[in-house]
């Protein structure tokens, strides 16, 4: 849960049943061997120099990462579909030396994108958090200066405010979790104090995390937004700003991941022992279905596919008693406007319409329930999957006033020119997803009565009362 771990240096992401590389990390191992490239495909890993690769198409995407990780010095080996084969049957395997990795590029990090309908611009902070990190070996030491997502975030939120921005957006998209810690301490920089999220063990007995800093670090507009792969402690920030009214959550329907593993070791191998289940402050489980959004975008991931729901043995969502906590907002009466305005804006944004076209063509291939066993034929069907995917590049480079593309290989080779030039800082507005966030936010801004004051109402157990 620091910025440092051993493994090979790779961000990997889920496209279908397969995961993918993103992105090498600058000098990491993966990068250093020439080898691995992004948009490559791992279909299987393999410990050490030769044996067994075990099959890992349709996998979790932290299942199979447990499995690349490893002791420094180690090999592991990485069966993969190169980003330009012609079919999925050309594979290669590929075997990379394990050694510690620093993560920068996982830290919080911060940039402002200018909205408005050009009479009122609104400036919008963004805050995008990989993963909830803390460096625990540090503040066991103790360090002054240990690294942390809330210490980050903290002085992030102090130069956006030096900006003067007025509002920000908080990205969780692909955020698996991390610290439990971290997703509490975060959540209060955003409320005054109280409960955060309720843990629920075999039994019986349930366990509150507070945050009990009485200082706000922001109290102005909110938004957090997440999507299929938001897991864990993402889900405990995001359930905690809806619960306490204090954002609006934006996205699609996060991962589901509500249950406390511990790793047993054993001779051959590790036991991983579910212990409890978290809950929200309102009582609700994250198990299973997850945090639903106030606003909802389109996905372009297969949820019969990813997420707890999509596994046959997860545990059930269920509910406990809520507990007592503020809530500072109510955006219930706001929310058809709102998402009426998204909407309105979404259907002339060649973005939105690439997105639904590319959900709507990903729906289509997930719903074929046979494949040819022919190779000609099957060679024949991934080329016209190949054609429709280029068709959809060249409707919205079209539509932005960009160069056609003669093939799809040209696409992949600009979209790694890109990944490998790390532009972060042109990300943000860049990014429609955020971008369209921050114009949501900014409608939430316009809309709004003026702030009732640090008041906000008291919920206990579904009853809500003045304060």
Request: proline share 4%; hydrophobic share 35%; charged share 30%.
């Amino acid at each position: 849960m620091s910025l440092s771990l051993e493994g090979i240096g790779a961000m990997l992401g889920v496209e279908d049943d397969y995961v993918k590389v993103v992105r090498l990390v600058p000098a990491g191992p993966a990068d250093k061997s020439g080898e691995l490239k992004p948009g490559d495909r791992i279909t299987g890993v393999g410990q050490g120099a030769e044996g067994d690769i075990m099959d890992v198409v349709g996998w979790r995407l932290d299942d199979v990462v447990a499995l690349i990780r490893g002791p420094k010095e180690t090999v592991v080996r990485l069966k993969v579909i190169p980003a330009d084969a012609a079919g999925d049957d050309q594979t290669k395997v590929i075997s990379i030396v394990r050694n510690t990795v620093r993560l920068e590029e996982q830290a919080a990090r911060k940039e402002i994108i200018e909205v408005g309908d050009g009479e009122r611009p609104y400036r919008i902070g963004v805050i995008t958090i990989p993963t909830f990190y803390l460096d625990f070996n540090a503040l066991n030491s103790g360090q002054d200066d240990f690294k942390s997502t809330t210490r980050d975030v903290r002085k992030l939120l102090a130069e956006l405010k030096e900006a003067q921005v007025q509002g920000i957006v908080i990205d969780l998209r692909d955020n698996g979790g991390g610290s439990l810690q971290e997703a509490s301490t975060l959540t209060g920089l955003f409320i005054e104090q109280g409960p955060v999220v309720q843990i629920r063990y075999a039994n019986d007995k349930v366990e509150k995390l507070y945050d009990s800093d009485p200082r706000i670090f922001w109290d102005g507009p909110l938004a957090v937004v997440v999507n299929r792969l938001s897991a864990s402690a993402s889900e405990i920030f995001a359930g905690a700003v809806q619960d306490y009214g204090r954002g609006l959550v934006i996205g699609e329907d996060t991962f589901g991941k509500g249950t406390v593993q511990s790793l047993i070791s054993l001779d051959h191998g590790q036991l991983k022992l579910t212990s409890a289940k978290f809950y929200r402050i309102s009582g609700a489980s994250t198990q299973h279905r997850g945090i639903s959004p106030d606003i909802v975008y389109p996905s372009l991931y297969d949820k019969k596919k990813i997420g707890e729901d999509s596994l046959e043995a997860a545990l059930p969502w269920d509910t406990i008693v809520g507990t007592s906590h503020r809530r500072y907002k109510d955006f219930r009466s706001l929310l058809p406007i709102l998402n009426d305005l998204h909407l309105k804006r979404m259907m002339d944004d060649p973005d939105y319409l690439y997105l639904k076209d590319m959900t709507d063509h990903l729906g289509q291939i997930r719903s074929k329930t046979r494949i040819s066993l022919n190779r000609e034929v099957r060679t024949q069907e991934q080329q016209q999957v190949r054609q429709k995917r280029l068709e959809l590049e060249n409707r919205l480079r079209s539509a932005k006033g960009k160069p056609l593309l003669k093939d799809l290989e040209a696409f992949l080779k600009e979209d790694e020119l890109r990944e490998n030039e790390n532009i972060d800082k042109k990300r943000a507005q860049e990014d429609p997803v955020l971008v369209e966030s921050a114009r949501i936010l900014a409608d939430l801004i316009r809309l709004q009565p003026p702030a009732e004051g640090p008041e906000g109402m008291a919920v206990n157990q579904g009853r809500i009362s003045r304060q």
